[in-house]
């Protein structure tokens, strides 16, 4: 009787590469910021790789990769913010919720059937990013204005030329390197996913698009 199967063997190798991936990410993310920065804003290469390994690898990658890879960023680099009071204040856990969130998008982002598609994932990131700044412009300049230190935020127009774009393009210039290494020397191996491709195609993926 075997122990060990083929299963067993793709879920250690899935779990040994995505812990390389995400500390090596991670650790560079921290280290060379300045590296991967243009217009004062900096490529989040953490953020794309669990936004793609969502897209990719499905919903449970997306959320554990997400929660997993914010513990570590509110570990290493916590965000501050200005208190009411106005003193400075860490925050805590607002990484591991917002790559949570962010993986969870990845996943949702389109049908299965789309999923294996290079492009498509690029968009996903786009749309990804686009969210994640977004809803971080919109929750910075409502607490600044509440704390009375609005005076220091871009004002849209300002913000979407020198904040929002810089940061699209950066982070699709990470996705291309991190989609081939997710889907070439990632935690699931093409073949399986070309396994999985013509499930797909054969007896549908549930949605309208199988309709």
Same mark, same amino acid.
């Given at each position: 009787?075997?122990?060990?199967?083929?299963?067993?063997?793709?879920?250690?190798?899935?779990?040994?590469?995505?812990?390389?991936?995400?500390?090596?990410?991670?650790?560079?993310?921290?280290?060379?910021?300045?590296?991967?920065?243009?217009?004062?804003?900096? %490529?989040? /290469?953490?953020?794309?790789?669990? !936004?793609?390994?969502?897209? *990719?690898? $499905?919903?449970?990658?997306?959320? &554990?990769? @997400?929660?997993?890879?914010?513990?570590?960023?509110?570990?290493?680099?916590?965000? %501050?913010? /200005?208190?009411?009071?106005?003193? !400075?204040?860490?925050?805590? *856990?607002? $990484?591991?919720?917002?790559?949570? &969130?962010? @993986?969870?998008?990845?996943?949702?982002?389109?049908?299965?059937?789309?999923?294996?598609?290079?492009?498509?994932?690029?968009?996903? !990131?786009?749309?990804?990013? *686009?969210?994640?700044?977004?809803?971080?412009?919109?929750?910075?300049?409502?607490?600044?204005?509440?704390?009375?230190?609005?005076?220091?935020?871009?004002?849209?127009?300002?913000?979407?030329?020198?904040?929002?774009?810089?940061?699209?393009?950066?982070?699709?210039?990470?996705?291309?390197?991190?989609?081939?290494?997710?889907?070439?020397?990632?935690?699931?191996?093409?073949?399986?996913?070309?396994?999985?491709?013509?499930?797909?195609?054969?007896?549908?993926?549930?949605?309208?698009?199988?309709?």
């Amino acid at each position: 009787m075997r122990i060990i199967t083929g299963d067993t063997k793709a879920r250690v190798r899935k779990i040994i590469v995505y812990a390389v991936y995400i500390i090596l990410l991670s650790s560079i993310q921290v280290s060379y910021p300045d590296a991967f920065s243009f217009m004062g804003q900096t %490529a989040d /290469i953490v953020f794309v790789f669990v !936004v793609l390994s969502g897209y *990719f690898n $499905g919903f449970w990658d997306g959320a &554990v990769v @997400g929660f997993v890879c914010g513990l570590i960023r509110d570990v290493l680099s916590p965000p %501050a913010v /200005i208190g009411l009071d106005g003193d !400075v204040r860490v925050t805590a *856990f607002i $990484g591991a919720f917002t790559l949570f &969130v962010a @993986g969870i998008i990845g996943a949702s982002f389109f049908t299965k059937r789309m999923h294996h598609n290079i492009p498509f994932s690029v968009v996903a !990131v786009i749309f990804a990013t *686009f969210c994640y700044k977004t809803a971080g412009y919109i929750i910075i300049y409502g607490w600044s204005t509440l704390a009375g230190t609005r005076s220091g935020i871009y004002g849209p127009l300002t913000a979407f030329v020198y904040s929002f774009l810089p940061q699209l393009l950066l982070n699709v210039i990470a996705s291309v390197f991190l989609i081939v290494l997710l889907r070439f020397l990632g935690p699931v191996s093409f073949k399986g996913n070309a396994d999985r491709d013509e499930v797909i195609d054969r007896e549908g993926d549930g949605t309208w698009l199988g309709i």
